[in-house]
């Protein structure tokens, strides 16, 4: 990995971070097996849970960050604020914690029940 793709792994790493513990405390709430890993060199995080039976529990566990992050984008932008300076660097991150990725929406559909990673 280039040195330049270390540093966008490392600096996306917080809300990477923030979007696999809102998977792992929803998870949670169905099972004490769930599991959240961060490799800080790689600028990763994992969020991974066994199978989830309830069908809105598992969809959230999978769609969680997406869910949130959509009402804090919306109570955002209902609230009035601009986007300019470093609150556009706050927005990206919001854009990153909320984007659900492939695996996610699979998993809220049903498709992939074991584990998920973004």
Known sequence: MSRL?????????????????TH?????????????????????ALAAWPPIDNPVVRFLAFLGPTVFGLVLAAL???HGVDID????????????????????????????AVQQEM
């Open 76 to 78: 955002w932008l209902a």
């Open 24 to 44: 792992w405390l929803v998870a949670r709430t169905q099972t004490d097996d769930a599991a959240l890993a961060v490799e800080v060199t790689g600028g990763r």
């Open 85 to 112: 300076g470093w609150r556009l660097i706050l927005a990206v991150g919001l854009a990153i914690y909320t984007t659900p990725s492939r695996a996610d929406v699979r998993g809220a559909l049903g498709r992939q």
């Open 5 to 21: 793709g270390q540093l966008a792994g490392v600096l996306s790493l917080p809300p990477t971070l923030a979007h696999e513990a």
